[in-house]
């Protein structure tokens, strides 16, 4: 398998993409982290995931670990109703007995993840420790874990403590088959850890260390070893499984298109030519943020059904000749004929958005009509760049929320929420970064979005004039509390060299404005 790097916005991507359809929740968000194990975080919303390279194994198998962990959480999310830490005994347990819950609710719905599971049954077995380094009672409970997952434990155990350990994997067994079979749910599994605790005689609060891998991560194993691991946990969990081909499962058939498709978008979305940091501008770097908060679907759904003539290519028009004659429309005095004429939209566009303080009051609303806004120019396939600027530290800064060569999805959303509305309004400044950009990519229609009077006019109109000269048709939309105040900042823009500029009191409105610019 070839050694490809994919990047973690890549990661973020589709592993937001597949947790929340997994877990059936739009709202969950996904970060990924080298500091904590993978978990989830019910009362946030949030799955945080261990990277690629803290795995084991190589590209594609540290993905295809990467992916059955998430299934796991997407589980937990859909059928937990608490996740507690696994710092202690008690929790411990619970958690490891939900495992096995998930995992059998999970496959009754998502029946094509068994070779996945047990591939990643593998790699579990691996990671666990050797009893030999666990100290004091934490070995017996690690013993218990080991045993109740894979049917088989890594060292020697005390044969007073192995008939502990057998007992509560029996018990422990019987009570989540239980619990599936009459649809229990955590709290009523909860009430039997501890007669677990009991049998294993420890105390519910006895300190669990974080199991680490025995092996150096990234360190791949050999075709043979892997093998030989998968044989013995495809042999230990037949009575689950049934009967499975180590080989085929080694292979990962079912999964190795979709990560040749990620290795793909990931080639396409990196960044080409001139570099961002290097221009001036920068590329929010933030995971953990929650983009469903700027949609609004009722805008999103209404726009589209209202472009959707434009989406088809297509648009009925009424002439005075034509293919097919309307009698209402000859009733009514109007022209008699229609016809369908064909609709293409190959305006190339770069959207600037002004994130100043003085938008921060209506931060969320003017997000929520500006995603509508980039969710429309998806769905209507126009080549679009989306660009915000912002004050941090002090300090202007351009961001880069969607280059043209990238696709609309939650990624560029999540970039667009994190946006921190700051600062004064500098777009002479902030033009001058953004000016190879628009010098290499040359758009038809360079759109600033502002609700403010620049910082500097003059330098404002010499940039304008420069950006002009490019063959670029500098348009404005002045954003206003009112229709006079949205006038009043759309007529003095006017005075600073756009050659088009409008105006809008109503943030919803701001989609249809800018869509019916666009030369169709």
Known sequence: MQSVKLQNESLVEIATFLVRRWSERDNIIVEISDKVETKTRLKENKVILTPLEKRIGNDFQKYRQFRTSLWYEAMRIKFCKKILSNDHAFGFIL????????????????????????????????????LHTVYGKARIVEAFYQYFMFGAIKGEVQSSHFEKIRKADAFAKKVVNKAIEENHDTEWLEKNVSEIIKILEIDSLLTIPVSLPFMKAGMPLSEEELLRVLKIVSKNKEEDFGNVDPSAIMKGENVIDEYNVLLDED?????????????????????????????DMSLINGLKTKFKEWKTGWKEQHLSSGDEFDEESYIEGNEPFFTDIKKSIKTKIVILLDHSSSISSDAIEYKKATLALCEVLAYLKVKFAVYAFSTENRSVVC?????????????????????VANGSTPLAEVYDKMFPVLQSKRPDIFLTLTDGEPSDPDAVRNMTKLLKGLGISMVALGLGPNTVRATTIANNLRHLGYEKTMAVSRLRDIPNKVIKILDI
């Open 267 to 295: 080639k396409k979305t990196e960044n080409k030519g001139l570099m961002p940091e290097a221009i001036g501008i920068q590329i929010p770097s933030t995971r953990n943020v929650d983009e469903t908060a700027i949609y």
């Open 95 to 130: 958690n490891t007995m939900e495992t096995r819950r998930v995992e059998e609710l999970g496959r009754k719905v998502w029946r094509g993840m068994d070779n996945e599971i047990i591939f990643n049954y593998a790699y579990m077995l691996i990671s666990r420790p050797q």
């Open 399 to 419: 961001w880069s929320i969607k280059p043209d060569n990238m696709k609309w999805n939650n990624v560029t959303a999540k970039r667009l929420a994190q946006i």
